[in-house]
T-cell receptor, first 114, second 114 residues
């Protein structure tokens, strides 16, 4: 299985809601990533998990809270988001973080904050 | 610090003609270089990478890229373009120094005209 899956595909939420994005991979990868992508822009790194530990937080606001329950799962908990947080949220994984390891991306969750 | 530049926002090419998408990079040490493609409303898909060795790297779907250390370039090429190659292409770099973050270029939209 060489696929990264993400749920839901689309999410619409109000600024007071709490929601979660989920990501799963079964490739035995030990690094997982969250990216935010605006239309026609490159992905912006948010978080990196390496061996289930948070290793990089790119100064992301606390209204985004990542969680890595095990080596196959990655969650992104959302609370009190702003309309400018509307974007495509991409999850990715790689064998390990760093080096020449390419990343495998999921299809993304299209988030709209009203 | 690492950076990557894609000087063309859009490249137009006729179907059947060769295509080139340009990428230049800057790293303090040796680079790991990657090309990804993104179709509309999808995640990024890995095409090819350069780690070390042969300067000409072959990847998926008939794409190849040439690493040129003196010109700090890693241009993506294909001998004969297909309409289905129309997509957004991202070049990415990671410094050999070991930092886990990959830096993406701004992307080049490839339009293959029938």
């Amino acid at each position: 299985d060489t696929e990264v899956t993400q749920t839901p595909k689309h999410l619409v939420m109000g600024m007071t809601n709490k929601k979660s994005l989920k990501c799963e991979q079964h490739m035995g990868h030990r690094a997982m990533y969250w990216y935010k992508q605006k239309a026609k822009k490159p992905p912006e790194l948010m978080f990196v998990y390496s061996y289930e530990k948070l290793s990089i937080n790119e100064s992301v606001p606390s209204r985004f809270s990542p969680e890595c329950p095990n080596s196959s799962l990655l969650n992104l908990h959302l609370h009190a988001l702003q309309p400018e947080d509307s974007a495509l949220y991409l999850c990715a994984s790689s064998e390990i973080a760093g080096g020449g390891n390419e990343q495998f991306f999921g299809p993304g969750t299209r988030l709209t904050v009203l | 610090a690492q950076s990557v530049a894609q000087p063309e926002d859009q490249v137009n090419v006729a179907e059947g003609n060769p295509l080139t998408v340009k990428c230049t990079y800057s790293v303090s040490g040796n680079p790991y270089l990657f090309w990804y493609v993104q179709y509309p409303n999808r995640g990024l898909q890995f095409l090819l990478k350069y780690i070390t060795g042969d300067n000409l790297v072959k990847g998926s779907y008939g794409f190849e890229a040439e690493f040129n250390k003196s010109q700090t370039s890693f241009h993506l090429k294909k001998p004969s373009a297909l309409v289905s190659d129309s997509a957004l292409y991202f070049c990415a770099v990671r410094d050999y120094g070991g930092y886990q973050k990959v830096t993406f270029g701004t992307g080049t939209k490839l339009q293959v005209i029938p």
